[in-house]
């Protein structure tokens, strides 16, 4: 509007110069005088007023052009950010929010729901929705194995520290029976209570955003107590309490992850898993067992329990899995099944009291088959929490190609409980609790991680 005034008083000044100099043509014409130096006068006065309006006119046409691009691009950023914000209305609340928003604020840390791991990110442009970088979330880890993976050129050291302790009871019954009420023998019960200790170094390393490689090694310290009472063999009954236990160096372990998709929002993410474990722990057939003679003698005496325990399971065993992660309102679902393959091994005899060997001929532990799965959800930025389960299925025991008797089946089923806080940018801790719920099973296990990425 003001543009449109502006040019009427210069079209009205135009017109008025024109007048004017007409009347001063005239004027010159029919004589001169006073009159017509104050007509020039004026006129010079309305030229002078007429270049600055048109001065100020071209001025504001320039404005009047800015003014439209200003109000266009004005524009289109309200319709950005109405868009943007759909999204984040969307997405708000949610758990996948919440891990996005801690994976922006600090670099992937730690993994198991080490949901996860992400580099801090450039700020994404307008109009468009923050990048995940195709990795999937992180959440407190419960399991051995972490589902993010390490970012390219970085790598992760992680202490860890585990508690487990077992019991179990043991009743034998030796004899005959007159009446089912009624024994006549020897009663031997048994009660056996374990404490096991591993602290261990993991350091992983990333080749790329989807593959990583791993190696583990554990100290382990364990003591084992067993408390012996036979009833009904002539005397009254007395607790035999034997104890033993072991330290050293636990078996390594190499391992490789790698990222078989790019997942999202309601997206699942599919990680493939290779682990070796090797031997370098004690070996259970090097160590002496409570045996003055052979322990299959019928004539042998002692306990046939080892003198100091082993620290590793004596075979190499090669692990193969796939671990899924599925983020989705208001949580990430997570798990993964496993098959671990026991290689048999040649020639196995074992020591006992007195120095002889006992030969034992070819072992071949039975596979292990796995599955876990859980759920874990983002509390803030910085806490998560996880709830899972965790089963193994552990197969019979072959010697010389055949069962060995006594073995059986074992099945092996942990409820855990995980927390994760983070740190740092580049440190989180993480607290896991198992509880047993098998016999077979520790009835409770402990376990603190504390990831470091360099």
């Not at 025991?397 to 059986?408: A, C, D, I, L, Q």
Request: charged letters at 15%; a neutral charge; proline letters at 6%.
């Amino acid at each position: 509007m003001a543009y449109i005034k502006l040019q009427a008083i210069s079209s009205v000044a135009c017109a008025v110069v024109v007048l004017l100099g007409g009347a001063v043509h005239a004027q010159s014409i029919t004589g001169s005088g006073p009159q017509l130096q104050a007509m020039q006068a004026r006129l010079e006065a309305l030229s002078q007023e007429l270049a600055e309006q048109r001065k100020l006119l071209a001025n504001l046409e320039t404005f009047r052009q800015q003014y439209f691009e200003q109000r266009g691009l004005l524009r289109s950023l309200e319709r950005q950010v109405a868009q943007q914000q759909v999204a984040l209305d969307e997405l708000r609340g949610t758990a996948s929010w919440n891990v996005l928003a801690s994976q922006r604020g600090a670099g992937t840390v730690g993994e198991p729901l080490q949901l996860a791991q992400a580099q801090p990110s450039a700020p994404a442009p307008v109009g468009q929705s923050p990048a995940t970088e195709g990795r999937p979330p992180e959440v407190a880890p419960l399991f051995e194995q972490p589902g993010v993976l390490t970012p390219t050129g970085k790598y992760v050291l992680e202490p860890s520290l585990q508690y487990g302790y077992s019991s179990s009871n043991r009743v034998a019954l030796v004899g005959y029976t007159i009446i089912p009420a009624l024994l006549i023998g020897l009663i031997d019960v048994r009660e056996v209570k374990r404490n096991t200790v591993t602290a261990a170094l993991s350091a992983r390393y990333g080749l790329t955003n989807r593959f990583e490689i791993e190696l583990r090694a554990p100290y382990v310290y364990r003591s084992d107590a067993t408390v012996s009472r036979e009833y009904f063999e002539g005397s009254p009954a007395v607790e035999n309490v034997f104890s033993s236990n072991g330290m050293d160096m636990g078996d390594l372990e190499l391992g490789a992850r790698y990222q078989l998709n790019d997942g999202g929002i309601d997206k699942p993410f599919y990680v493939g898993t290779l682990r070796l474990k090797t031997r370098t722990g004690t070996d259970p057939f090097d160590v002496v067992t409570d045996c003055s003679q052979r322990c299959t003698d019928p004539a042998a005496t002692g306990t046939g329990l080892p003198l100091d325990l082993p620290t590793g399971s004596g075979f190499y065993s090669l692990q193969a899995g796939l671990t899924v992660l599925y983020p989705s309102d208001p949580a990430v679902f997570f798990g993964s099944v496993t098959y671990l393959h026991n290689f048999s091994r040649d020639n196995v005899s074992r020591t006992v009291l007195n120095g002889e060997k006992e030969y034992l001929g070819t072992i071949a532990p039975g596979p292990i088959i796995g599955f876990n799965f859980g759920m874990g959800l983002a509390l803030n930025e910085k806490s998560s929490f996880s709830l899972g389960y965790d089963h193994s299925s552990v197969g019979r025991t072959k010697r010389n190609g055949e069962v060995v008797p006594g073995s059986v089946r074992t099945q092996l089923g942990t409820l855990l409980l995980g927390y994760s806080y983070r740190l740092s940018k580049t440190t989180s801790l993480s607290v896991a609790v198992g509880a047993g719920l098998t016999t077979d099973t520790p009835d409770v296990s402990l376990t603190v991680r504390l990831p470091m990425m360099f």
